[in-house]
């Protein structure tokens, strides 16, 4: 195993290596072959749409149901504001879930209540309980993994969502098909004008996925959706709590483009925050949803370096690592400092990778940064975020972090909130 901290050799490596380490095998028993952890010949083929359903024109049109449904997080995060500490990792992983799930399924998520909920619980236990058998690799060996008890209970969590996915991908057809009733014209839940969910464009772009090709594809975007938004916005608003100089320079901008005005958010309004845009990449800088990226070597290559890599080698591009190189970003590389990325050298943009890079990059990562200046945004105009007393945080005390479905706060997300 190699493991790489510096951009060229990172970018040669994840411009180079398309197959992704033996480590990723344990996600395919629940989204198969869905493009994140596919073997390349397949990931070429799904990329290609994955694409056209992430074009710009089409994820813009979500930053109203993200706008919709921060205001219930804003109405949820009222109750508990001026009660002193309080931890907005719940409220938050409720809210991701809910806008991912329907930017990605569809309205009609809304009218199966009963099942949604016991999908999220299994959907997310799944994926922690994943990152803990990562942590064992003896239990990779699936023939072992099996005489265990926990390989029944996955197994059940997998049944529940596969049976929700399934069922939301066939009402989806039927509705596209002209077999079936939407929503209703009363339902609040409505969408707006033309915006399709990202399972009726995968139906449309793929002319012929079939239900397990949607399911694996919808559990893809689903995970990638939640990952990024759920990490990236809990620590974004501890930062912001513990740096209130940042904090009242965000809010200002907020004063300057929404003028004072409580309509909901729109797109042309979220291309405006440039301060808020530093301060999400800053913290994805910081604190990475994705430590690490697995790659493995289908033949021996050379590295910029010279170093020649062998035939079955695991890479590791060390993300956290690079982000914080003193090399690109200076002595004061461990520091939460925004302003950095106001004036970012091309030497440090290349240092900096939060969705990967090379050609199985992210495709979706527009779609994370809409739904966190929303989040950020909502909830700055609504509450003054105040440090919490149950930790302390300073350049000897940095946040500490723990690795499950996304990187969390070991202190969860813990913050005061204020009413402006």
Same mark, same amino acid.
């Given at each position: ?21 033996? &480590?990723? +095998?344990?996600? !395919? =028993? ?6 994140? $952890? @596919? ?5 070429? %083929? ?5 694409? &056209?359903? +992430?074009?710009? !024109? =089409? ?6 149901? $993200? @706008? ?5 997080? %804003? ?346």
């Amino acid at each position: 195993m190699v493991s790489i901290s510096d951009p060229e050799p990172a970018k040669f490596v994840l411009k180079t290596c398309l197959d992704k380490g033996s &480590m990723t +095998l344990v996600f !395919r =028993h629940m989204v198969g072959n869905g493009s994140i $952890f @596919a073997q390349e010949k397949i990931w070429r %083929v799904r990329r290609k749409i994955n694409a &056209m359903v +992430l074009a710009p !024109r =089409h994820v813009n049109k979500f930053t109203d149901v $993200f @706008a919709r449904n921060s205001q219930v997080l %804003v109405e949820n995060l009222a109750k508990i504001a001026g009660t002193g500490d309080v931890s907005v990792w719940e409220y938050l992983c409720n809210h991701v879930i809910q806008s991912a799930c329907e930017t990605t399924l569809g309205d009609i998520v809304n009218l199966h209540p009963n099942e949604f909920q016991p999908f999220c619980e299994a959907f997310m236990s799944y994926f922690d309980n994943v990152i803990k058998r990562l942590c064992q690799p003896w239990l990779y060996n699936i023939s072992l993994y099996k005489l265990l008890p926990e390989a029944g209970r996955q197994s059940a969590k997998k049944k529940i969502v596969w049976s929700f996915i399934n069922n939301l991908v066939i009402r989806n057809k039927e509705i596209l098909e002209g077999k079936g009733d939407g929503l209703t014209e009363n339902n609040n839940n409505t969408r707006a004008g033309d915006t399709k969910s990202l399972l009726e464009l995968l139906i449309k772009y793929s002319k012929g996925y079939s239900d397990t090709e949607l399911r694996e594809e919808s559990l893809v975007l689903l995970l990638a959706s939640i990952d990024t938004t759920v990490s990236v916005g809990g620590f974004a608003l501890v930062l912001l709590s513990q740096h209130q100089d940042v904090q009242d320079k965000v809010y200002e901008e907020i004063q300057q483009v929404l003028e004072d005005s409580d309509r909901l958010i729109g797109m042309d309004d979220v291309k405006k925050f440039k301060y808020l845009d530093a301060v999400i990449k800053e913290t994805m800088r910081v604190y990475p949803t994705t430590p690490l990226i697995m790659r493995k070597c289908k033949s021996d290559i050379k590295l910029p370096s010279g170093l020649v890599v062998k035939e079955g080698t695991q890479l590791v591009v060390n993300i956290y690592g690079l982000h914080r190189n003193p090399k690109y970003w200076g002595p004061d590389a461990n520091q939460f400092r925004p302003e950095r990325f106001l004036n970012a050298t091309p030497e440090q943009l290349s240092a900096y990778m939060p969705f990967s890079s090379g050609p199985r990059n992210c495709a979706g990562y527009r779609i994370g940064e809409i739904s966190l200046k929303v989040i950020i945004v909502s909830i700055l105009q609504k509450f003054r975020l105040k440090p919490s007393s149950s930790f302390t945080y300073d350049e000897q005390n940095p946040l500490r972090m723990k690795h499950t479905l996304v990187t969390k706060h070991v202190d969860n997300f813990q913050l005061q909130l204020e009413r402006r």
